[in-house]
């Protein structure tokens, strides 16, 4: 999600983050290794499933036939 800044981010433990640029893009997958600001994380890792197979480089993501 891009925000224009600048832009204070109160975290669920209420501690801050701030940042002062003009355009910022937060983070809504909490994959980020940033949070709470993006870093295009959730193109490289695929969500975790039951069965732990989710975090495969590829993506991983189910497949369909038919």
């Known amino acids: ?31 980020s290794r940033r949070f709470p600001w993006c870093d295009t994380s959730h193109r490289r890792r695929a969500r975790g499933t039951a069965d732990g197979h989710g975090d495969s480089p590829g993506g991983g993501g189910s497949s369909s036939t038919g």
């Open 1 to 31: 999600m891009l925000v224009e800044g600048p832009v204070e981010v109160v975290l669920e433990d209420g501690s801050t983050q701030r940042s002062d640029r003009f355009t910022v893009a937060l983070c809504t997958c909490r994959r």
